[in-house]
């Protein structure tokens, strides 16, 4: 998979999803990129920080979640030694562990003059996905309920972020992302690959006996979800499997790689078999798609893939959240 940035700005934080494409090339497509700072690098943190003076002295307002971002007030050159943390709203939602996955609207200050270096969801387009847990940012989500407005204060490599210097994080957990679908089993072709589930939702793709690949590509909605839908350009987090029409093998999954995978659905970043398979789709939904050559790789596989030549491919994709 032909790694790809998934926001080029630096002020995203290390935990944030990478972007892999099917094929085709992507544009940075920004030149936000805040400088960094020459100062001396401090260690991500590995436990959620203390709440302290400095991390109370952020003054928030403005609704959670929102499409505003909130209003953000502190004196300029706010300092903390180490990392501080404070709940400016307590959410009353699922407390988040190792291993979710939650969806995020953040906007990032320098401490130092209180400029906003950007933000994240609110205003900005959709919550971002991130990962809870491990270094950094993740870890201060590993201390959070779903609900909960974040202040914090810190080294911005401390918090996860490569902006340099220290810098003031206003978070909103708007949502914990499910790793599997949700939505509602349909009815299935049975002239077309079945799907079962495994247990942790990992699907099992039968290819049916006898019967021919199709000759145009086809989309079956396997289980219905009733989330948003996703448009072309739109970014999702996926789960998906790949497998050969002939035989069966597969290919690629992010199943296999254990985490969920973050897509822009587009042309211009994926095959146009699994494009066509995803737009107009709805968040939570699982979709089969059984890709023409002409619509997957044709003569041109990727090196390494174990795609051969011409091949329909057969894809299972759970569709977990937008942004």
Excluded at 74 to 91: E, H, I, N, R, Y
Excluded at 134 to 163: E, K, P, W, Y
Excluded at 196 to 208: S, V, W
């Amino acid at each position: 998979m032909k790694r790809l940035r998934l926001l080029p700005i630096a002020l995203v934080p290390a935990v944030v999803l990478g972007l892999a494409a099917c094929s085709g090339s992507g544009s940075s497509g920004s030149s936000a990129t805040p400088s960094a700072s020459s100062s001396a690098t401090a260690a991500a943190i590995t436990a959620c920080p203390d709440p302290g003076s400095a991390s109370k002295a952020i003054d928030v307002s403005g609704a959670f979640g929102g499409t505003t971002a909130p209003t953000v007030q502190f004196d300029k050159g706010l300092s903390a030694k180490k990392p501080q943390a404070s709940t400016v709203v307590q959410g009353k939602g699922k407390a988040l562990k190792d291993g979710d996955y939650a969806q995020v609207s953040y906007s990032v200050y320098q401490a130092s003059d209180a400029k906003k270096l950007g933000t994240v969801g609110f205003d900005q387009g959709n919550p971002q996905v991130l990962s809870v847990g491990g270094t950094g940012f993740g870890a201060l989500l590993a201390c959070a309920n779903v609900g909960d407005r974040i202040a914090a204060v810190g080294q911005s490599s401390a918090l996860g972020f490569n902006t340099g210097g220290e810098i003031v994080v206003v978070a909103d957990v708007v949502a914990q992302t499910p790793t599997k679908s949700n939505g509602t089993p349909q009815t299935q072709d049975p002239k077309l690959p079945t799907v079962t589930d495994k247990a942790d939702g990992e699907p099992e793709i039968t290819i049916p006996k006898g019967v021919a690949a199709p000759t145009k590509t086809q989309v079956e909605v396997i289980k219905q979800g009733n989330g948003a839908a996703i448009a072309e350009g739109d970014t999702a987090l996926v789960q998906y499997k790949g497998v050969l029409y002939d035989g069966g093998k597969e290919f690629d999954s992010s199943w296999s790689k254990g985490v969920p995978t973050t897509f822009t659905i587009s042309e211009g970043a994926l095959i146009k078999g699994f494009v066509t398979g995803l737009v107009g789709q709805k968040v939570g939904s699982q979709v089969l798609i059984v890709a023409t050559p002409e619509d997957a790789y044709g003569d041109t596989p990727r090196e390494g893939s174990g795609i051969p030549k011409n091949a329909p491919l057969v894809f299972v994709v759970d569709i977990l959240a937008k942004g």
